[in-house]
């Protein structure tokens, strides 16, 4: 229960520059596979993107195998047949020819014991998933475009180098989990991916504002190295992660299995997917990957080199172990007073009296003149 009362009071102490490398080591390969899969299996795109017809029809008594049966019959081009949302069965094919589209439509009514009208069929040209695959690219460039400038101008553009990276590898293992299990890349997939990058970009910026505050109040006491800073301020806000995470996850999961199992709706599936990857993904990304990558190009500035050289030579000798002292804990909680001042003893900067209940400090109250 202690952990949890920490947890809830940011005074948690967990080491996490210990656990960057590890982290990094693993996002590595997952990049790596990602990348293999991508390159070995492909996206399998929608015809909303490459073009094409789709069939759909809900038939609980037709299996995957009758499908192809009916459509073998009635065309020899080559199809994908997947279910989707439950007992729905859907085909897609390059097939562009009304009269046999009309021919297929009819056959899967048949085989499924429903009328044709019940047979969703979808008929979309190469010339417009072209152009959808280029707004989708132009699209993910601003987006990129925009949030660098954003980041660099409110923070610095280090830490925008950090948001971005995290933002990338994100991106890139949620692609690369559609690549190797095959999921299918609709448009509302793409919806899903830029509402990840949003996400992971305010559990980012989130830690990143913490540090900011932080090393405004800790630098000047030359006693800590920006990786202590950092590891402070993801202690501060790691409560904040995990109840973003938990509350994000909620409602998506709800939406896999009420949606797409129970209602069987396969764009809610194919929307649900995408963010229950990158939720989990993004999570990791903001506490482990993106503040690694601002800490390792702070500490390489004269500033922070100075400071670490001082602080490694003050705890060289006793083999002490370095952290962020109770006091200072303390006060950036905003139960303390801010510890000030160069090695040895701190001196301390007193914190302003606080206002009363009511808003307003009390009048002092005037000496009464003897008579």
């Given at each position: 229960m202690s952990i949890w009362r920490d947890l809830y009071r940011g005074d948690n102490r967990f080491d996490f520059p210990k656990l960057w490398k590890r982290a990094a080591t693993v996002s590595a390969a997952l990049v790596l596979i990602s990348i293999g899969a991508l390159f070995v299996r492909g996206l399998n795109l929608s015809i909303e993107f490459v073009g094409g017809t789709s069939?759909?029809?809900?038939?609980?008594?037709?299996?995957?195998?009758?499908?192809?049966?009916?459509f073998a019959s009635e065309s020899s081009a080559a199809s994908t047949i997947q279910t989707v949302g439950g007992d729905?069965?859907?085909?897609?094919?390059?097939?562009?020819?009304?009269?046999?589209?009309?021919?297929i439509q009819a056959a899967l009514a048949e085989k499924a014991g429903v009328t044709p009208n019940d047979v969703s069929v979808t008929t979309v040209g190469p010339s417009w998933g072209k152009r959808i695959t280029a707004k989708a690219r132009t699209a993910l460039i601003w987006f990129f475009l925009i949030v660098a400038a954003y980041i660099s101008i409110r923070l610095e553009w280090k830490m925008a180098v950090g948001a971005l990276a995290a933002v990338i590898h994100d991106i890139g293992i949620s692609v690369g989990l559609y690549a190797l299990f095959q999921f299918d890349v609709t448009?509302?997939?793409?919806?899903?991916?830029?509402?990840?990058?949003?996400?992971?970009?305010?559990?980012?910026?989130?830690?990143?504002?913490?540090?900011?505050?932080?090393?405004?109040?800790?630098?000047?006491?030359?006693?800590?190295?920006?990786?202590?800073?950092?590891?402070l301020s993801l202690n501060q806000v790691l409560m904040r992660s995990i109840?973003?995470?938990?509350?994000?996850?909620?409602?998506?999961?709800?939406?896999?299995?009420?949606?797409?199992?129970?209602?069987?709706?396969?764009?809610?599936?194919?929307?649900?997917i995408a963010l229950a990857i990158g939720i989990f993904v993004g999570s990791y990304s903001s506490i482990f990957l993106a503040t690694y990558i601002v800490a390792v190009m702070k500490e390489?500035?004269?500033?922070?080199?100075?400071?670490?050289?001082?602080?490694?030579?003050?705890?060289?000798?006793?083999?002490?172990?370095?952290?962020?002292s109770a006091e200072d804990r303390a006060a950036l909680s905003g139960r303390g007073p801010v510890a000030v001042g160069g090695s040895g003893a701190a001196a301390v900067r007193p914190r302003p009296a606080r206002p009363s209940r009511g808003g307003t400090p009390p009048r002092p109250r005037k000496k009464k003149k003897k008579r």
């Open positions: 069939w759909e029809v809900s038939a609980p008594n037709m299996s995957v195998s009758d499908a192809r049966a009916v729905t069965i859907r085909i897609r094919s390059s097939i562009e020819d009304t009269a046999t589209i009309d021919k448009p509302a997939t793409v919806i899903a991916f830029l509402t990840i990058m949003g996400y992971s970009l305010y559990d980012t910026i989130v830690v990143y504002d913490k540090v900011r505050d932080n090393a405004a109040r800790l630098t000047g006491t030359g006693r800590y190295t920006y990786t202590e800073m950092m590891n109840n973003t995470s938990i509350t994000s996850v909620i409602p998506v999961l709800s939406m896999l299995t009420i949606g797409s199992v129970f209602f069987g709706a396969p764009t809610l599936q194919e929307f649900g390489r500035e004269p500033e922070y080199r100075a400071i670490r050289a001082r602080v490694e030579a003050r705890y060289k000798s006793g083999g002490a172990t370095r952290s962020v």
